[in-house]
């Protein structure tokens, strides 16, 4: 016990140095020209001036348009150099639908206190490393008071599945200003079950520490209103004293009363922004989709949020970073998009150690496994909650498991140590469930390093499709070049780099790069379509013919090949077979 810090600091500090390493800025921050005009500080501007809304003007064009919330209408704005994408627009000022907490907790008093501004990629990193930080220290906590005999190994083990299995690597290798409320609900609900552990195992302070946890939770539903019906493992203390017999009056007013009153306050400031205490602005964003009559929320959704969130598979690859996203399903009615798509249950498959999880009281002493029974159930009712919601929104994206996938590899962690305590006696059996869990803790790894690699394909090809529409045409084929090299096998990265290559004049450039991208994604109508363009420059026009027939049969509405189509044939002198595909 005397020497297990040394290996825990070890491990904390390779996972929080894994952090700095890998955080890179978003799009939007990186088209923004300084720190200052990134959303967050915009608000932290507006709020010093006196007023709720962004400290950014609204272009007076914008302001004439007959319905600004059009994609097509709004489309030039959202874009540089007025960079109003997913702002909120409503009575002629901009405002952030993203969480206030961030603002509050880290961006203006970083400002005040340093006169400088914080950039966004920073608030991710300090947020994600000590919302890991705490599940450690949660983590060794659990280990010191109930298996202490347990290596040390195993748990550094455990910090390790903590700090690089829950999808945090993935938020910072594209960090922006979507994931900075994610990043802070993540601290704030791992410092909440830090409170809740400190309530259930000192009964004669639990008061003040369940206030504590009310106060925390209440701004991590300001970071991520999603969030809020995770707040029932408040009431966990409270059942606890009622199991017991104890006076629960004091507890429950612990509990709630914080939380209400931060709540409230949420409710007000929306209702000074948008007139409704209930619109947090999702509904008034610029977006490349109209938002203003969209359902946020339904059950319609659940089914298939429930197949990507859980059970869907990623797609491998022999190229790096060998990790495809997972094929998607039809997507529902009204239903937005998915993003980066993975299963949890079947790629990070460290996660089934949770159901172990009752092992880890059953060999414990009365009390005490009552106790850690009671913790348990927090924990499991926050992953429940937060994933429950989570799977009735609207969109998904793997950015989103991480309001609930920490909260379940704590659980399999638990589980771990409840697993290596029951198999104390029997070291074969113990050693192969060591071989066992250590395999799917170290996929599980794997995976989400490899995961976040594609992020960064990802940020350059968007950095160099922005460079392009902007003439920076050489700056653009470079950021391209960087995300191939990245992702040889990325397939917009291919369609923009031949696009770009083309534009200069460099036919055979081009072709090489369409057909690249034919090869490796034969179901990409775009590529086709923009092969069909490249050949017909060099006057190829039957080939070209032919690949826009075959994007055409992949989709039959792709307006750009049916027109390039009945372009070519009646060049040709055969308009007619425009709709023989």
Known sequence: MKCAWKP????????????AYMTQSGLLELLSPSAAETPYNLLVQGFREGHLSLAKEVPAEFIHLADPYDPTANDLYRVPPHRMLDLSYYKGRLYLYFGITPALILFWPFVALTGHYLFQRQAVAIFCSLGFLASAGLLRAIWRRYFAEIRVGVLTAGMLALGLATGVPALLSEADVYQVPISCGYMLTMLALVAIWCALHEPERSCRWLA???????????????????????????????????????????ATGPIVLIGLGLLLYNALRFDNPFEFGMHYALAGER?????????????????????????????????????????????AQVRNPYGILTNIPLVWMALAVPLAWRSQPGQAALILRWFVTAVALLFGACALTIGLFWSASFRYEVDFLPALILLAVV?????????????????????????????????????????????????GTILLRKGHVREAVSQFEQALRIDPDYNEALINLGSTLLQMGQVQEAIARYEQAVRIHPGSPEAYNNLGVALAHLGRVQEAIENWRQALRINPGYADARRNLEIALGQTGNPKDAGNR
């Open 8 to 19: 825990l600091a070890l491990a904390c500090s390779l996972v929080i140095g894994i952090y």
């Open 212 to 254: 504590l946890a009310s106060v925390v939770y209440g701004l991590a539903v300001g970071a991520r209103p999603n969030l809020l019906f995770g707040a029932v493992i408040l009431l966990v203390p409270v059942a606890q004293a009622w199991h017991e017999r104890r006076q629960i009056g004091a507890l429950l007013i612990a």
């Open 291 to 335: 938002q203003v009559t969209r359902q946020l929320f339904s059950l319609h959704y659940l089914w298939f949020n429930f197949r990507v969130f859980f059970l869907e598979p990623a797609r491998w690859s022999t190229l790096s970073p060998y990790i495809r996203e997972a094929a998607v399903p039809l997507l529902p009615a009204g239903y």
């Open 415 to 463: 589980g771990i140590l409840g697993l290596e305590h029951a198999l104390a006696g029997r070291l074969v059996w113990r050693r192969a469930a060591r071989w066992g869990w250590g395999l799917m803790l170290g996929f599980s790894v794997a995976f989400n390093l490899l995961a976040s690699v594609e992020h960064y394909a990802e940020a350059h090809s968007n950095l």
